[in-house]
């Protein structure tokens, strides 16, 4: 390995040679950038685009630490760490402010209630309706009729940032720092044996060769290494999102999970009440099954709802969004939050990888060279846990 100091760079601005280069400026990308970097060697991140337009910037900013189980469980608590470090030095926002599971039913309850029960005490903190009621930034004392909800859990270790600016607050800090550059509009061609480094890499803007490569491009796997994605069957899953002007005095700290989002969840669905649950969404309101729903939502910084969110899955990405499945979403979320009405200021499709394979695809597909794609739509919970365990071998 060679000292932190980047190299002269080519005349496209470019490094000829660094310890480690990351393909792919998400956050998987930077954060096996950042921490690379934070052990002392040189790094390149490119990235095709001109600046972060993917999965990192279409979410909720929720880093869903506490739904996780086993191995994901491991990697967002182990990467948790890393988010409040990153944040308190790059700069971007975060919050500790945790989750709320707001709950409607019996059911929900006790999947709640079996959850806290397999952890250690305080993680989870039950809530009684008024206390949930007083997360969500509503007084029962104003309430003019008895809410739907029976009660909720708070989620003590979840976390928050903004996705709208987090990923180029990050790529920029990174790119200040001297052992790190970052280059958009830059597209990798190609993965070969080096020269003078274990591996080369082609890009549209000249060679690079490196000690260790890591490629993280999410669904764009499919794009760079077709047969290892066949093998994985990467799909992409779309989803309906939605950002909504602030609710008149809503100061909403926690991000706000439902009863679907205990159906998708591994730490949920893993318990014994969870086909109870299950059966009795399908029984009550069929419409979130059948668009694949996640009603969730939070607030950024500036106030604004992030709203959503359905699912569907397909080797390539429809661009079309169907109207009342954004209507499905919007009601409920409406009622969790006792208003009449949400005033929606953008639509977007989300996208991420996904795989009945597994969570997760870690694959050598050239000399050096390293894929590591999140194929869940748990990329900003897990990334630099992964980051982490995958930068452990560089020293």
């Known amino acids: 390995m060679t000292t932190p100091n980047l190299p002269a760079e080519s005349v496209t601005g470019l490094p000829s040679a660094v310890d480690v280069l990351v ?9 096996h950038a950042a921490l690379t970097a934070d052990r002392g060697l040189s790094v390149a991140v490119v990235d095709r685009d001109h600046h972060a337009v993917g999965a990192s910037i279409r979410n909720f900013g929720h880093c869903c630490v506490t739904a996780q189980t086993g191995e994901l469980y491991q ?13 308190a030095r790059a700069g971007f926002w975060s919050s500790e402010a945790g989750a709320v599971v707001a709950a409607r039913t019996a059911t929900e309850l006790r999947v709640l ?7 250690e005490p305080g993680q989870i903190v039950l809530l009684s309706t008024e206390e949930t009621l007083a997360r969500l930034g509503r007084q029962p004392e104003d309430e003019e009729s008895p809410s739907s909800l029976a009660g909720g859990a708070w989620l003590r270790d979840d976390l928050r940032v903004d996705p709208r600016t987090t990923v180029s ?12 550059s970052v280059h958009w509009n830059t597209t990798a061609l190609g993965f070969t044996a080096g020269s003078t480094r274990a591996a080369r890499v082609q890009t549209s803007r000249g060679v690079v060769e490196a000690d260790r490569v890591f490629v993280c491009v999410g669904h764009d796997v499919d794009v760079l290494f077709p047969a290892l994605a066949e093998r994985h069957r990467i799909e992409r899953c779309t989803l309906h999102m939605a950002s909504a002007e602030r609710p008149a005095g809503l100061d909403l700290q926690p991000a706000v999970l439902t009863a679907t989002s205990m159906l998708r ?3 949920f669905t893993e318990l014994p ?20 729903a996640n009603v969730m939502f939070t607030q950024r910084p500036d106030g604004t709802l992030l709203v959503g969110d359905s699912h569907h899955y397909g080797k390539s990405a429809a661009p079309f969004l169907q109207e009342p499945t954004t209507d499905v979403l919007l009601d409920r979320i409406q009622d969790v939050l006792g208003l009449e009405s949400l005033t929606v200021k953008e639509r977007w499709q989300g996208i991420y990888a996904s795989s009945d394979v597994g969570p997760l695809l870690l694959a050598e597909v ?4 390293t894929v590591a794609s999140v ?8 990334s630099f846990g992964l980051a982490e365990r995958n930068t452990a071998a560089l020293l």
Not at 113 to 119: I, K, N
Not at 273 to 292: C, F, H, K, M, R
Not at 375 to 382: K, N
């Open 265 to 267: 969840y591994g730490a």
């Open 23 to 31: 393909v792919g400026a998400g956050i998987v990308g930077l954060a």
């Open 273 to 292: 009440s969870a086909p109870a649950l299950l059966a009795e969404v399908q029984a009550n309101d069929p419409a979130l099954l059948e668009i694949g």
């Open 113 to 119: 209630h079996e959850l806290a029960e397999s952890r």
């Open 375 to 382: 194929t869940a739509g748990i990329g900003m919970t897990v």
């Open 169 to 180: 607050t990050l790529a920029a800090w990174l790119d200040s720092r001297g052992d790190v």
């Open 75 to 87: 990697l967002a608590m182990t990467g948790r760490k890393h988010w409040l470090d990153f944040s």
């Open 366 to 369: 050239a000399p050096a060279v």
